[in-house]
């Protein structure tokens, strides 16, 4: 974790070094083990191929989070000059954070939410969408921007991004096995399609635990985090009613936002500091946050210590 003047977490430290540890292990042992199974079964043209390729997702998610994240908000950086108020807002608070500047980015849309992204604090980029920026006041929005900059500086944006190429590789493997075994059981009857069968029923099994598993780790991680960062952006701006403030406005605009326009942005669901989704409930297993209720709870008792300590 980045030494700044965000409160350090212990928990988050541990549950990040963990999840990168088991997806970690898993991602290997889904490349290795698809790897033996393509070389027993005389291809060991596609066992190199699959070592690659899992690699290679590997490293572009890490190397390429920023962009792609940007790209698919359809976002754009922007300067000091275009955005003098909002580049303040964020030059003030990585002052009082002791933190490098990161870019910053505004994605023309009405959906109200922002998100942080980069593989390091000197690659992150900060993005808001306009309608955020329609939607809150100056202390609401130093309260989200205090929230994000704090993913940077915990660094648990990358992390976040990297555990997501297992998941990523198992489900391309699983959509291939799938096919493969169809076309297998839909073919002809030969010696070779008998022997490569049970190798894509394993491939498909060991694919599907792979994605079952990273899913859930990914998502015990996420919600964790935005408790973190809700806390962390509290203690930062000293204005917790603030944040919960932010938190509400944000969920209510999220409601009356058309269903469609929420499905487009719903990939980047984990990332946002508010989930783009209408009238579910956010305390099931797949959720990527907490729930609305849980993250007020949490800052109306960071508020009491505030004026206790006051």
């Known amino acids: 974790m980045a030494r700044t003047r ?3 977490d212990r928990g988050l430290s541990a549950r990040m ?21 393509a070389g027993s079964a005389g291809g060991s043209g596609l066992a190199i191929a699959i070592g690659f390729v899992g690699l290679g997702i590997a490293f572009y998610q890490w190397w390429s989070s920023d962009k792609v994240a940007m790209r698919a908000m359809r976002a754009r950086e922007v300067t000091p000059q275009e955005a003098p108020e909002l580049h303040g807002m ?12 990161p870019r910053v980015g505004v994605a023309d849309m009405d959906l109200p939410n ?14 808001v969408t306009t309608g955020l920026l329609r939607t809150l006041n100056a202390d609401e ?46 073919g002809g009857r030969g010696r070779n399609n008998n022997n ?5 029923l394993i491939a498909l099994v060991i694919s599907l635990v792979v994605y079952a598993i990273s899913f859930l780790l990914t998502r015990l991680l996420s919600r964790y985090r935005e408790l973190c960062a809700d806390r962390a ?6 204005k917790p009613q603030a944040l919960a403030s932010a938190l509400q406005k944000i969920s209510g605009e999220i409601s009356s ?24 409930s956010l305390k099931t297993l797949s959720s990527t946050h907490p729930s609305l209720e849980q993250r007020l709870e949490q800052l109306a008792r960071i508020q009491a210590e505030l004026g206790r300590t006051a």
């Open 6 to 8: 965000f409160i350090h």
């Open 17 to 37: 070094t963990l999840t990168m540890f088991l997806l970690g292990a898993l991602f290997v042992a889904l490349i290795v083990t698809l790897m033996a199974i």
């Open 90 to 101: 964020i030059d003030r608070l990585c002052a009082l954070a002791d933190m490098p500047k």
């Open 114 to 127: 922002a998100f942080a992204t980069g593989r390091s604090p000197d690659r992150a980029v900060v993005c």
């Open 141 to 186: 929005l130093e309260g989200v921007l205090a929230h994000e900059l704090s993913h940077v500086a915990h660094r648990d944006v990358l992390v976040m991004t990297v555990a997501s190429s297992a998941g990523i590789v198992a489900g391309m493997i699983t959509q291939s096995a799938q096919y493969g075994g169809l076309s297998l059981l839909g």
């Open 196 to 200: 490569a069968l049970p190798a894509y």
């Open 233 to 238: 952006g509290a203690y930062l701006t000293m």
């Open 257 to 280: 936002i058309p269903k469609k326009d929420l499905r487009a942005s719903s990939a980047m669901n984990a990332f946002f500091i508010a989930p783009a989704i209408s009238g579910a």
